[in-house]
């Protein structure tokens, strides 16, 4: 069988092309990992995993082995409304993809996104009003074709398109911040920065701008929530605690919780980071064909098109 990512034209060419394919890749994997144990708690995950580490499916979802859910596919709509307006984020025509996407019966949606959604279809509207109780993670866990299509570009650029895509459901300052922090978590491993420059940078403002995000490296959080706050916190720890890809997204799902969006989301830093060879390959062929090739799709189409855009 010919795989679709051997075709010349799906191959990364450069080093940021490749690590931009790692983290569409390690999203996909991450949110398949995770998705197994979702809403477990870590002691019944060890009863019935032992370590959970492969991309068995199942969970609550009844998922097939390497099957994703709306972590990645929200992504994937989302990236591929950019693609079709030659790069820009424009609210309209992401809330109708997003309805489309709502409308095709996807295996799972979070409360938080089919509100927005609904609120769209009724009324139009593209921005959900300020909620000081709604942090959820669903703005954050979509987030990867905002840091793709913007990276090399002014902050301030990352920051409008990010609150554009994100206000269409979750208008949180919690969730702005954390999103915004994942977006530049991302474009700095893409640019090929280490790990001081990504603690000391994004996350350390962060922190200082909303103490809650203070993680710990020992006694971790265990089954976290799908609070922004909890969710970062445990992709932080699992981040800066581990040296390889697989061991991060391991120690990040094991957790339990809202454990398909910390694998997302750890997936799409890890990813970034290490590059797709630090994926490990019996994942990657778990991990749905028709995803797989949409991921490796939308990362090329998309980084080659902001860094089309920087030469303009
Ligand atoms: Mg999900
Ligand atoms: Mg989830």
Known sequence: MLWPWKKSELQPENDVERRALGAYLGLAVGDALGATVEFMMPNEIQARHGVHNTLCGGGWLRLKPGQVTDDTAMALVLGEAILAHNGQVIPHVV????????????????????????QFRLHQTTEMPLDDWGGGNGACMRTLPIALITYGREDADMVAASRIQAHITHHNHHSDAGTECINRMVQLALAGKDIPEIVGGPVQTLIQTYPDFRFRRKRPLSNPSG??????????????????FEDCLVNVVNRGGDADTTGAIAGMIAGAYYGPEGIPSRWLKRLDPTIHQACRSQALSLIRMAVAHLAE
């Open 95 to 118: 809330a109708e993809a997003f309805d489309q996407w709502m409308r095709s019966k996807p295996v799972d949606i979070g409360d938080t996104v089919r509100r927005g959604i609904v």
């Open 227 to 244: 609070y922004i706050v909890d969710t970062l916190r445990t992709v932080f720890e699992g981040f800066f605690g581990t040296d390889h």
